[in-house]
T-cell receptor, first 116, second 110 residues
Framework: GAVVSQHPSRVICKSGTSVKIECRSLDFQATTMFWYRQFPKQSLMLMATSNEGSKATYEQGVEKDKFLINHASLTLSTLTVTSAHPEDSSFYIC????????????FGQGTRLTVV | DAKTTQPTSMDCAEGRAANLPCNHSTISGNEYVYWYRQIHSQGPQYIIHGLKNNETNEMASLIITEDRKSSTLILPHATLRDTAVYYCIVKKSNTGKLIFGQGTTLQVKP
């Protein structure tokens, strides 16, 4: 079945540095991918829609200059958390729907970001 | 997309059926009901979806009321590994965008 791979699964970085998270669709092309953030004991919050070949669409309240999204190819989207701070520590998850089916979106395994 | 309402938490005995309800009274005619679950510290996993007919797959059954204002996810023989947060989401079919509510935390007990 279709798989979405996310890398890295865990990352610890120093405050002020940037971290890049990759999301790949492994056996299908995804013109659209989605990025979510999840704080402990809370639900997933949609951050942005990543569009291949065009700018990402950000949800209200999400800073586009802080969370840079690049959808470089039909199988890869990246989320870069710039100038990370401890409050950015969270679980980041991507998803990609198959365009050829009226079915579910597939999720990556998530990235646990800890900013120290 | 229509909003959904689910109980915050439920318990179920191992081996018994788990019935998870969801209310979606404002669902429109072209919106589907989707169910996902999230096991701790993992990405969500698709379970099942439907429009108006009941659906069954290897994981679960989905029962949608005739007026489509509510549905029930049934796990026929719950195991300890089914302990997770279950999300009921209503959305149109032509978008992969999912808006998650708080979901139901299902605890399967031995």
């Amino acid at each position: 079945g279709a798989v979405v791979s996310q890398h890295p699964s865990r990352v610890i970085c120093k405050s002020g540095t940037s971290v890049k998270i990759e999301c790949r669709s492994l056996d299908f092309q995804a013109t659209t991918m989605f990025w979510y953030r999840q704080f402990p004991k809370q639900s997933l919050m949609l951050m942005a829609t990543s569009n291949e070949g065009s700018k990402a669409t950000y949800e209200q309240g999400v800073e586009k200059d802080k969370f840079l999204i690049n959808h470089a190819s039909l199988t890869l989207s990246t989320l870069t958390v710039t100038s990370a701070h401890p409050e950015d520590s969270s679980f980041y998850i991507c998803s990609a729907p198959r365009q050829d089916q009226n079915t579910e979106a597939f999720f990556g395994q998530g990235t646990r970001l800890t900013v120290v | 997309d229509a909003k959904t309402t689910q109980p915050t938490s439920m318990d179920c005995a191992e081996g018994r059926a788990a019935n998870l309800p969801c209310n979606h009274s404002t669902i429109s005619g072209n919106e589907y009901v989707y169910w996902y679950r999230q096991i701790h510290s993992q990405g969500p996993q698709y379970i099942i979806h439907g429009l108006k007919n009941n659906e069954t797959n290897e994981m679960a059954s989905l029962i949608i009321t005739e007026d489509r204002k509510s549905s029930t996810l049934i796990l026929p023989h719950a195991t300890l590994r089914d302990t997770a947060v279950y999300y009921c989401i209503v959305k149109k079919s032509n978008t992969g965008k999912l808006i998650f509510g708080q979901g139901t935390t299902l605890q399967v007990k031995p």
